[in-house]
């Protein structure tokens, strides 16, 4: 089985700017969950989808958002890029939602903010 | 408010020896709760986790954690430590507030297994 794949792995882009980061899930995955990991922050949640529709959300402001497709694939898209967005994102897929399963990870984006 | 701890940054263990990585948890209700290690250049992976039942966990690897309800504790142990076994490890608690969920993470503990 092929594992959750994230592209692009890395990302340079400028304050202002907007991003937009993809996930593929495990098949057979419905749930998608995104963080963010930085070194003072840790591994922060952002979102979770399940079946194309937002299910749970952390404590981020509006300008993290995200959509999941018919096959599970999932965006994340950050507008008005800040310094401080500079992290690790990282993507991860589960077979149902709420936290109840394990979740298998992806190797992350790196995204740079200049 | 809903926490995750592991007190130590850092710990050191010989190879052969006993590990313990500490987590305890604050979270209202009953704890799911999970250990994910990251191995550098490799993606988190999942080792384990406890939703009910018994209070001793078995995962992967030859890893194992204890859920003490009382201590609000989930420590990750193996008997014996192999220096492939040097990552950095990740509690978790799942947080629910109203019908939200999320996931509550450590700022995780960096194992060092020494030959």
């Known amino acids: 089985k092929a594992g959750v794949t994230q592209t692009p792995r890395y990302l340079i882009k400028t304050r202002g700017q907007q991003v937009t980061l993809s996930c593929s899930p495990i098949?057979?995955?419905?749930?998608v969950s995104w963080y963010q990991q930085t070194p003072g922050q840790g591994l922060q949640f952002l979102f979770e989808?399940?079946?194309?529709?937002?299910?749970n959300k952390g404590n981020f402001p509006g300008r993290f958002s995200g959509r999941q497709f018919s096959n599970s694939r999932s965006e994340m898209n950050v507008s008005t890029l800040e310094l401080g967005d500079s992290a690790l994102y990282l993507c991860?897929?589960?077979f149902g939602e709420g936290y109840s399963y394990e979740q298998y990870f992806g190797p992350g984006t790196r995204l740079t903010v200049t | 408010a809903q926490s995750v701890a592991q007190p130590e940054d850092q710990v050191n263990v010989a190879e052969g020896n006993p590990l313990t990585v500490k987590c305890t948890y604050s979270?209202?209700?009953?704890?799911?709760l999970f250990w994910y290690v990251q191995y550098p250049n490799r993606g988190l992976q999942f080792l384990l986790k406890?939703?009910?039942?018994d209070n001793l966990v078995k995962g992967s690897y030859g890893f194992e954690a204890e859920f003490n309800k009382s201590q609000t504790s989930f420590h990750l142990k193996k008997p014996s430590a192999l220096v492939s076994d040097s990552a950095l490890y990740f509690c978790?608690?799942?947080?629910?507030?109203?019908?939200?969920?999320?996931?509550?993470w450590g700022a995780g503990t960096k194992l060092i297994i020494k030959p």
């Open positions: 991860a897929s589960s």
């Open positions: 098949s057979g995955h419905r749930s």
């Open positions: 989808y399940f079946s194309e529709t937002q299910r």
């Open positions: 979270v209202s209700g009953n704890p799911y």
């Open positions: 406890y939703i009910t039942g």
């Open positions: 978790a608690v799942r947080d629910r507030l109203d019908s939200n969920y999320q996931l509550i």
